[in-house]
């Protein structure tokens, strides 16, 4: 089983980035899946979160309206699109899946969990 993060890195305050998240080893359209992410010198965040189908959708009120997740079951990826990024927005973003909604950071909560991408917000 793996998640694997791509798209991060170093973007001006207000600037755009697209994370995605290459699924393998399990049925992915099967699972609920999440972004979690974890600032530096804090805890993770529960960020947002997508149903098995696509249509249904979740966000912590502090990326509402900013961020926006997706999915494509064909390919196996889900993705997020992070806009109108703040300094408050660095940490490094993590995929995880589950067959349930739950809206945790507590990451034994999740049956697979990514390995990582860094977003720093800087100018």
Excluded at 57 to 65: E, F, R
Excluded at 69 to 93: C, F, G, H, M
Aim: hydrophobic share 30%; proline share 3%.
């Amino acid at each position: 089983v793996q998640l694997v993060e791509s798209g991060g890195g170093l973007v001006q305050p207000g600037g755009s980035l697209r994370l995605s998240c290459a699924a393998s080893g399990f049925t992915f359209r099967n699972y609920c899946m999440y972004w979690v992410r974890q600032a530096p010198g804090k805890g993770l965040e529960w960020v947002s979160g997508i149903n098995t189908g696509g249509g249904v959708t979740y966000y912590t009120d502090s990326v509402k309206g900013r961020f926006t997740i997706s999915r494509d079951n064909a390919e196996k990826t889900v993705y997020l699109q992070l806009n109108s990024l703040k300094p408050e927005d660095t940490a490094v973003y993590y995929c995880a899946a589950s067959p349930h909604y739950i809206r945790t950071w507590d990451r034994a909560a999740y049956d697979y969990w990514g390995q990582g991408t860094q977003v720093t917000v800087s100018s």
